[in-house]
């Protein structure tokens, strides 16, 4: 298939588990493709229900063995600063889904600090930054390039813990930012910033059910950012909605992908 640079394109699943399992598919291709060559591979995850599920899927994938998992590190766009073992912690999430399960170097799981870990919120989203920036890019850029960024989307537009018409998605002088009095509970996380994210070779924003559909329809739509922050997430290679057919119902015909 050609290159479609940062166009959005759309690929429709027709429920959840099929979504999930198309996901998984792509996930274990692009990392044993990667992987095969001996480079670090760096893979931003997201939260949610549609996350979890991707990840559940990746783990029961006949191929997964062909991954090199020594080679991949994980990380996440955001996380609910909570307990290490809060069951509504991503990072929990992830483990319980795939993580835990891989072969994988304790040092490859690049998780951000919790809130029983004694530090307070800004210091976990300072930590998480200098954390990222171990792993800079060739020309400085303090963060890793991620060949893939998942995203969850929210009914009303956020990605990772930046919400419409917040501060947190104007931020573009940082690589972290701490969210409080979020309008979804937990009140306090850390995110990535839009700059980080937007960094990202590959974007996949996988979601699904009709309330989502309005979101992503104004996403295609080329809505404001900062009133709809999906629709200013972009890969710099591949920018693709993972949808199931509930949450197509308002994407136009010829920005389905039928290939990709």
């Known amino acids: 298939m050609a290159e479609f640079g940062t166009e959005k394109r759309v690929v429709i699943s027709p429920d959840p588990a099929t979504l999930a399992e198309s996901v998984a598919e792509r996930l274990i291709h692009r990392l044993a493709k990667r992987a095969a060559h001996s480079r670090p591979v760096h893979v931003s995850l997201t939260g ?16 997964r063995s062909r991954v090199d998992w020594s080679g991949v590190h994980f990380w996440w766009s955001d996380e609910r600063f909570l307990a290490r073992d809060d069951a509504e912690r991503n990072e929990r999430q992830a483990r319980a889904a795939l993580l835990d399960s891989l072969e994988i170097p304790a040092g490859n799981i690049h998780a951000v600090a919790a809130s029983d870990d004694g530090v307070e919120l ?3 989203a300072d930590r998480y930054a200098a954390e990222l920036a171990r792993y800079p890019q060739k020309d400085g850029t303090p ?8 995203l969850g989307v929210g ?10 018409d917040r501060p947190e998605i104007l931020i573009t002088d940082r690589v972290t930012v701490a969210v409080r009095d979020s309008p979804k509970p937990p009140p306090d996380r850390v ?8 960094g990202s070779k590959r974007v996949w924003l996988v979601l699904s059910g009709a309330d989502k559909a309005s979101a992503l329809g104004l996403a295609l739509a080329g809505a404001s950012y900062s009133s709809v922050p999906v629709a200013g997430a972009k890969g710099r290679k591949r920018t693709v909605f ?6 197509a119902s308002q994407v136009p015909p010829e920005l389905i992908d039928r290939e990709y």
């Open 48 to 63: 949610g229900s549609m996350g979890s599920a991707v990840l559940m899927a990746a783990m029961r994938h006949p191929r």
């Open 191 to 198: 995110s990535l910033t839009r700059p980080v994210i937007n």
């Open 143 to 150: 963060w890793p390039s991620f060949d893939i960024c998942f």
């Open 122 to 124: 800004d210091e976990a």
């Open 155 to 164: 009914p009303d537009g956020h990605i990772a813990s930046l919400f419409p």
């Open 242 to 247: 993972f949808v199931d057919q509930a949450a």
